[in-house]
């Protein structure tokens, strides 16, 4: 089964989503700060052996539009609920990797009528009071997205005898050289040191 990629209209932005898989439990899959649904390329077609698999690109990030807001985790919470309202989706498992780990927890706690019954958090952003090596080897390169920053980035995420794939710097560099992308990027920064579990 193929991975099909979908466009809809949420809250007046265009918001692009993957989806893959049957019509079983439905899985959302929540990307990280910068990147965007092909992030979960790997592991889709596992997951979408017994699952109905939907990746979105977040809102500000990939190809879906960057509106000129503030990047706030009350934003992110209330796109969640729009869009799964909009795909009529009323119960859901929820995965989030860095950011979209700490969306998908926010997005639970807020959930009302059990629509989030389940959720996995792989390295969600937690508890950062101050910046390190890695967040600003990230942030130079989303600031100037040359390939060396880019690979660098990744390199410290991953450690510097991971190989990183051509298409993932390509993916990224492409990504934050659209209109909007640095500045919805920073927002998501800023806005997440002063989330309430941060303080």
């Known amino acids: 089964m193929a991975v099909k990629e979908h466009h809809v209209t949420v809250d007046g932005n265009k918001i ?26 790997q592991v889709i077609p596992h997951l979408s052996k017994n699952h109905r698999v939907i990746a979105p690109d977040l809102i500000g990030f990939g190809h879906s539009d960057k509106p000129q807001v503030d990047y706030t985790p009350k934003y992110f919470v209330k796109f969640i609920f729009d869009f799964l309202e909009h795909l009529g989706i009323d119960k859901t498992i929820m995965i989030g ?11 639970a706690a ?46 410290k995420m991953a450690g510097k005898q991971k190989d990183v794939d051509e298409s993932t710097i390509e993916r990224f560099r492409t990504g934050m050289s659209q209109p909007n992308a640095k500045m919805s990027f920073l927002s998501s920064v800023i806005s997440f040191k002063h989330w309430p579990c941060n303080n």
């Not at 989503?17 to 979960?40: F, I, K, N, T």
């Not at 990797?97 to 997005?107: C, F, K, R």
């Open 16 to 41: 692009r989503y993957l989806e893959e898989g049957s019509d079983g439990p439905r899985v959302v899959l929540v990307h990280g700060l910068g990147s965007q649904a092909e992030r979960w390329q």
């Open 110 to 155: 807020a959930s009302e009528n059990n629509i989030i019954q389940k959720i996995i958090l792989v390295s969600p952003t937690g508890t950062m009071r101050t910046t390190n090596p890695t967040l600003d080897a990230y942030i130079m390169a989303a600031l100037y997205p040359q390939h060396d920053l880019i690979k660098t980035a990744y390199q």
């Open 97 to 107: 990797s860095s950011l979209g780990g700490q969306i998908v927890a926010e997005s």
